[in-house]
């Protein structure tokens, strides 16, 4: 019988990364939720997973989550990239501080992890990272700075660690999200999707459940939208 994979899903304790460890763990992976508000170790438990209370913009919380999940399974499948909220304000009002910060939020957010995971996925013989993006990264709105200038980065980095890594069978695909049912509802937002309704994060999280399927296992390098057709690829 072929041994349980697993996934390690960060800033997993609510919203849209908690949707995708539950999805997940309901597709039979070992689940792994790093969260800094505690919430992920208990989703983690109802999941008889892995919780590990820390941050993605730490090296040592990240290094603490890997070395945690390579001593209790030996193996690591699949890494889940989510994240929290960057500043956000009028483009010219944005400090340079706040600006390291979008870009720990919304770029080394993926970066860490990933360095970590790789040797891990190596040494396995493969896997899926999968990063939830946003669907502004390519057509950016005032409304989200921080989140579209390094998501759209994300993209970029997202193409080079494709080129160099699909030959070891390590794929990585970005999520682009568009208005989701984790975020406040607003009526004029609903009316501008074509839809007309909010995606659920349970349907964010049936997408990175198939990118980190073998179903998916030739699909490298590439940005899906999930927005209901409010942004549409050129």
């Keep these: 019988m072929a041994e349980t994979k697993v996934a ?3 800033a997993g304790g609510s919203g849209m990364g908690a949707a995708c460890a539950r999805r997940l ?3 039979g992976f070992r ?3 790093l969260s800094s508000s505690g919430k992920g170790e208990a989703l983690a438990k109802e999941l008889g997973g892995l919780g590990v209370t820390g941050s993605n913009q730490s090296n040592d919380d990240l290094a603490r989550l890997v070395e945690t999940v390579v001593q209790h399974w030996g193996r690591i499948d699949v890494l889940v990239n989510s994240a929290g909220h960057g500043p956000r304000a009028p483009i010219l009002e944005i400090t ?4 390291h910060q979008g870009m720990d939020t919304y770029l080394l957010n993926v970066i860490r992890p990933t360095r970590l995971v790789v040797p891990v996925m190596q ?3 493969g896997g899926a990272i999968v990063n939830i993006s946003t669907a502004w990264a390519f057509e950016p709105s005032a409304m989200f700075p921080t989140s579209a200038v390094f998501r759209a980065g994300l993209a970029s980095f997202t193409k080079i660690f494709a080129d160099t890594y699909a030959a070891e069978k390590i794929r990585m695909n970005n999520v682009l999200p568009g208005w989701i049912d984790s975020l406040p509802a607003v009526e004029a937002r609903r009316a501008s999707v074509p839809m007309q309704r909010y995606g659920t994060a349970a349907e ?6 198939f990118l980190a399927s073998d179903g998916a296992g030739y699909i490298t390098g590439q940005n899906l939208r999930v927005d209901g057709g409010l942004t549409r690829a050129v």
Aim: aromatic fraction near 4%.
């Design 8 to 10: 390690v899903v960060t």
């Design 96 to 99: 340079d501080e706040a600006w």
């Design 31 to 33: 689940v792994a939720v």
């Design 25 to 27: 763990a309901a597709d």
């Design 204 to 209: 964010i999280a049936a997408t990175v459940a």
């Design 123 to 125: 040494q396995g013989g």
